[in-house]
């Protein structure tokens, strides 16, 4: 069975520093690109990151690009998002999330809260 | 960015009746290797988003048959044939034809 498990959200102060694990079971995980997504409260989905099987194609969205750093270990099977400058704005649940074409299998996400 | 516009934004629906929601993207969602990334997703509150539909109409394993999916281009719909209480919940439907990928707004489905 596919199993991605998030961990790593909590509060934050504005400005502060967060990162984000995914831990992936039940698949090769070194034959899957892998996505961050969020969900601010009340709200729609919004695309976050994407990294691709080995790690060469990297992709972010605008609102996060040069805060966001999405990275992968295919020995331990887990992705990361180490998140800087954290704005009230990145508030959300996050999402990893397998296959960016079809995003196939999604985890039960993690809450972040960015708050003073 | 391509833009994903869904409609209607709420659909309240009877026990028994069928439901359609459209979704139309701003470009095209053909790739080129030929595929057309169009999926579907369905969350129920409190829940993570789950796939009942990809590239346009293949259903996901688990997924009933009353709900279908058609489409092409830049223009697709989700339906379901006859809505059961268990499917209230938000649809969204997604492109991963084009980097950013991009949801649309969500349907809240709801059960009269």
């Known amino acids: 069975e596919v199993q991605l498990v998030e961990s790593g959200g909590g509060l934050v102060k504005p400005g502060g520093s967060l990162r984000l694990s995914c831990a992936a079971s039940?698949?090769?995980?070194?034959?899957?690109?892998l996505n961050w997504v969020r969900q601010a409260p009340g709200k729609g989905l919004e695309w976050v990151s994407s990294?691709?099987?080995?790690?060469?194609?990297?992709y972010y969205a605008d609102s996060v690009k040069g805060r966001f750093t999405i990275s992968r270990d295919n020995a331990k099977n887990s992705l990361y998002l180490l998140m800087n400058s954290l704005r009230a704005d990145d508030t959300a649940v996050y999402y990893c999330?397998?296959?960016?074409?079809?995003?196939?299998?999604w985890g039960q996400g993690t809450l972040v809260t960015v708050s003073s | 960015d391509v833009v994903m516009t869904q409609s209607p934004l709420s659909l309240p629906v009877t026990l028994g009746q069928p439901a359609s929601i459209s979704c139309r993207s701003s470009?095209?969602?053909?790739?080129?290797?030929?595929?057309?990334?169009l999926n579907w997703f369905q969350q129920r509150p409190g829940q993570s988003p789950r796939r009942l539909i990809y590239?346009?109409?293949n259903r996901d394993s688990g997924v009933p048959d009353r709900f279908s999916g058609s489409g092409s281009g830049t223009d697709f719909t989700l339906k379901i044939s006859r809505v059961e209480a268990e499917d209230a919940g938000v649809y969204y439907c997604?492109?991963?034809?084009?980097?950013?990928?991009?949801f649309g707004q969500g349907t809240k489905l709801e059960i009269k």
């Open positions: 999330a397998r296959d960016w074409e079809v995003l196939s299998y």
């Open positions: 039940g698949f090769t995980f070194s034959n899957y690109s």
């Open positions: 990294i691709s099987v080995s790690g060469s194609y990297i």
């Open positions: 470009q095209s969602l053909v790739y080129s290797d030929g595929n057309t990334y």
């Open positions: 590239k346009v109409s």
């Open positions: 997604m492109q991963g034809t084009h980097w950013p990928g991009s």
